[in-house]
């Protein structure tokens, strides 16, 4: 079994930032690779990024590409999505989740990962 607790959602103007964190324990974090999903009411949870269990490589949906950084520190067991640049599209509840089949590549549906945080609300305003 794996915990997740994400942390560092809230209110932000357009343009601003917020990072996210996610903490995780009951397996050794870096025999997981690391996602970021989100979902806005009536969606269906959206990939936002993902990191290898070794931090070694990323990827980002096109939508956030540039704009926002996934990290992981594996001494701490923390995972953090660094987000810059928000967008009134960004609002939605933000979830960390974890894979534990880190032989594979990253993988990006939400089906792959099997483990899920109860998840953060960023909202974005005008």
């Known amino acids: 079994q794996v915990q997740l607790v994400e942390s560092g959602g809230g209110l932000v103007q357009a343009g601003g930032s917020l990072r996210l964190s996610c903490a995780a324990s009951g397996r050794t974090f870096s025999s997981l690779h690391m996602g970021w999903f989100r979902q806005t009411p009536g969606k269906e949870r959206e990939f936002v990024a993902a990191i290898r269990w070794s931090g070694g490589r990323t990827y980002y949906a096109d939508s956030v590409k540039g704009r926002f950084t996934i990290s992981r520190d594996n001494a701490k067991n923390t995972v953090y999505l660094q987000m810059n640049s928000l967008k009134l599209d960004d609002t939605a509840a933000y979830y960390c989740?974890?894979?534990?089949?880190?032989?594979?590549?990253?993988?990006?549906?939400?089906?792959?990962?099997?483990?899920w945080g109860k998840g953060t609300q960023v909202t974005v305003s005008s």
């Open positions: 989740a974890a894979d534990v089949r880190y032989t594979l590549p990253i993988r990006t549906a939400a089906s792959d990962y099997d483990y």
